[in-house]
């Protein structure tokens, strides 16, 4: 294990508190605090021990991020569209 490893593994240690969840526990309940924050509310207040979650797990924080970039997307009317015809049009 190198040190920044290292020095993550101890950081997370040192923020475990009391109220934790499992990755999948988070990952069910992260478009519901995606559409939250899409809301204007304080999902991190709502939902403090997904917000925990997300700021301990990398893997998890990845998909949020991820999640959260297509709602916005898709909010906006930005997510691109596939063009089926030009498979049928052979």
Same mark, same amino acid.
Request: a negative charge.
């Given at each position: 294990?190198?040190?920044?490893?290292?020095?993550?593994?101890?950081?997370?240690?040192?923020?475990?508190?009391? #109220? *934790?969840?499992? /990755?999948?526990? +988070?990952?069910?309940? $992260? !478009?519901?605090?995606?559409? #939250? *924050?899409?809301? /204007?509310?304080? +999902?991190?207040?709502? $939902? !403090?021990?997904?917000?925990?979650?997300?700021?301990?797990?990398?893997?998890?924080?990845?998909?949020?991020?991820?999640?959260?970039?297509?709602?916005?997307?898709?909010?906006?009317?930005?997510?691109?569209?596939?063009?089926?015809?030009?498979?049928?049009?052979?």
């Amino acid at each position: 294990m190198d040190s920044p490893q290292a020095s993550r593994l101890v950081i997370s240690i040192f923020a475990t508190q009391h #109220l *934790e969840i499992d /990755g999948r526990t +988070a990952l069910d309940t $992260l !478009p519901l605090f995606i559409e #939250l *924050e899409m809301r /204007g509310c304080d +999902a991190a207040k709502v $939902l !403090p021990h997904v917000w925990r979650h997300i700021q301990i797990s990398a893997h998890c924080r990845d998909i949020y991020e991820c999640l959260r970039a297509v709602t916005e997307m898709e909010c906006t009317d930005c997510l691109p569209r596939p063009d089926f015809r030009s498979l049928f049009n052979a």
